[in-house]
């Protein structure tokens, strides 16, 4: 009796897998024009002939088995639709060929209708180093919406330069509006000083510096700041890439993140053991904040794919504000992950080695918008996803919103 009720359990296990085996391999829903869908079980085992599932061999370019033309929108599970909605695309809407122009620390500007950002600093295409500084850059969303109303194709609305103060010195992170103005974060230049710092929206682009060191110790190279919600509380991390990009000196601080009361001057870390802390966010209730190790890549050092390319998540103390409870939330496949941002619902996108990467609230990767080559930020307008891939910004017109970044 044994015998026979263990050989109705084998049979039931083995139908139970083969069933699994058989799963359907395509989505029984209707997919934006153009996007694919990759299901999971079809790449589980891929054999010794690993490298032909990605563009190349590189760890930065992305997995794209369908040969599909980028740019496109990539699902790895049916709930990317709620995201992306059924009239989702992904437009080219402004360039600038030869020049990283759009690298990070985008801002919405929701009454401005613009989005500001900056240029790679210290990195390829980007024409800053010691002696030179990044530039901040806007492209008027109003103008987009024009240009792609009168075309399917795609467009190349005009980015305008700001001509800001010297105190700012490579901006890299940003976020806002903060009580009217943008905030940002500089990784400094040669022997000038990191800095949290605010800019006037309008010209003449007043800025006014917060923060420029810890104690009296510069921080190495600020990279992304955001707000909690519902405070003015501001966190910011400070990886070493100055240094590592050669424009900034050998880092005299650990690699951590920090908390900034602007009300009352006091600045803290509340977390570390980072090779290099990258981007930062939180959940819109404050309770959940995630942040980017993007030790990966190392920069004259090179990219060592046994480093971190993860994005961590925390619990935020409801008293004291601190980091606590630290587990992976996801790993990226290509690249690292370098800009984080969320939506109303939870999911998590980041910008990677082949475009944007997006996440659920579980850490489950559920899609791609899959521009086949390094992205450092996103941002959320009314239009839709903004995407910075260095010489090109990508409008993805999707439903998902993001959480409220501005700060009255």
Not at 81 to 90: E, H, K, M, R, S
Not at 307 to 332: G, K
Request: hydrophobic fraction near 40%; charge should be negative.
């Amino acid at each position: 009796m044994f015998a026979l009720a263990q050989i109705f359990l084998i049979v039931a296990n083995s139908a139970a897998a083969a069933s699994a085996l058989t799963a359907p391999r395509s989505l029984d829903i209707t997919l934006p024009d153009g996007a694919v869908y990759i299901n999971p079980l079809d790449y589980n085992v891929v054999g010794a002939d690993y490298s032909q599932w990605r563009t190349n061999d590189s760890n930065s370019v992305g997995f794209n088995p369908t040969n599909t033309t980028p740019p496109f929108i990539q699902f790895f599970d049916q709930s990317f639709l709620d995201i992306t909605g059924l009239n989702a695309t992904i437009r080219l809407v402004a360039s600038h060929p030869g020049f990283a122009v759009a690298h990070e620390a985008p801002i919405y500007d929701p009454g401005l209708n613009a989005v500001f950002f900056a240029s790679n600093d210290g990195g390829t295409l980007g024409y800053s180093n010691w002696y030179n500084n990044s530039v901040v850059s806007m492209v008027n969303m109003t103008e987009v919406d024009e240009a792609i109303a009168d075309t399917t194709g795609d467009v190349n609305v005009p980015i305008q330069t700001l001509n800001l103060s010297d105190t700012v010195q490579m901006v890299n992170g940003g976020t806002g509006p903060y009580k009217g103005n943008l905030l940002f974060v500089t990784s400094g230049r040669a022997l000038l000083p990191p800095s949290i710092v605010l800019v006037d929206p309008n010209s003449p682009y007043n800025a006014t510096v917060l923060l420029d060191n810890f104690f009296g110790r510069q921080f190495n190279s600020l990279n992304d700041i955001k707000v909690l919600p519902g405070t003015d509380i501001m966190y910011f991390t400070d990886p070493t890439y100055g240094w590592l990009n050669r424009f900034r000196p050998e880092p005299k601080l650990p690699s951590q993140v920090y908390r900034f009361d602007p009300s009352t001057g006091q600045v803290r870390v509340v977390a570390d053991e980072f090779v290099n802390p990258n981007g930062i966010a939180f959940t819109s209730d404050g309770g959940t904040a995630f942040v980017i190790d993007s030790g990966a890549a190392g920069g004259f050092l090179g990219y060592n794919a046994t480093y971190p390319a993860t994005i961590y998540q925390y619990d935020v103390d409801p008293v004291t504000q601190s980091f606590e409870n630290r587990c992976v939330f996801a790993y990226a496949d290509a690249g690292i992950p370098d800009g984080i941002q969320l939506d109303t619902n939870g999911n998590v996108y980041s910008g990677c080695g082949d475009g944007v990467q997006v996440w659920n609230s579980n850490g489950t990767l559920i899609g791609k918008f899959f521009i086949d080559t390094t992205v450092a930020e996103m941002i959320f307008t009314k239009s839709g996803l903004l995407i910075f891939a260095e010489e090109y910004i990508y409008l993805a017109n999707i439903e998902a919103e993001g959480i409220d970044l501005v700060v009255s």
